[in-house]
């Protein structure tokens, strides 16, 4: 299964990005859907997941307040809506379901599905 994430680019600081990433219909509707973040030299981090429904969210302390996940279930698409965006925020971003899952995890190893990641660059 194939997720397609897309919405990467380059922003300056303060500045907003959306990234989205749609996924197989059965696959959507069954998974809470996570982003994660990778800087270059880090390891990868959980950022935001959204629940089956979209009525439970959870993010990143970092992010709180400034980045907000939400899911369109007609559409099989997962967004990210990233605002006041600041240089530590430059990574390559991954979508992914945990299938089945009613709560999500900030556990990238319990998620089945991936997206091939999309690039955010944010300048000072």
């Known amino acids: 299964v194939q997720l397609q994430a897309s919405g990467g680019g380059l922003v300056q600081a303060g500045g907003s990005l959306r990234l989205s990433c749609e996924a197989p219909?059965?696959?959507?509707?069954?998974?809470?859907m996570g982003w994660f973040r990778q800087a270059s030299g880090k390891e990868r981090e959980f950022v935001a997941a959204?629940?089956?429904?979209?009525?439970?969210?959870d993010y990143l302390d970092s992010v709180a307040g400034r980045f907000s996940a939400f899911r369109d279930n007609a559409e099989n698409t997962v967004y990210l809506q990233m605002n006041s965006l600041k240089p530590e925020d430059t990574a390559v971003y991954y979508c992914a379901a945990e299938v089945g899952s009613v709560y999500c995890t900030r556990d990238y190893e319990k998620y089945n599905y991936w997206g091939q990641g999309t690039l955010v660059t944010v300048s000072s």
């Open positions: 959204i629940s089956r429904n979209g009525g439970r969210t």
């Open positions: 219909g059965r696959t959507f509707r069954t998974s809470c």
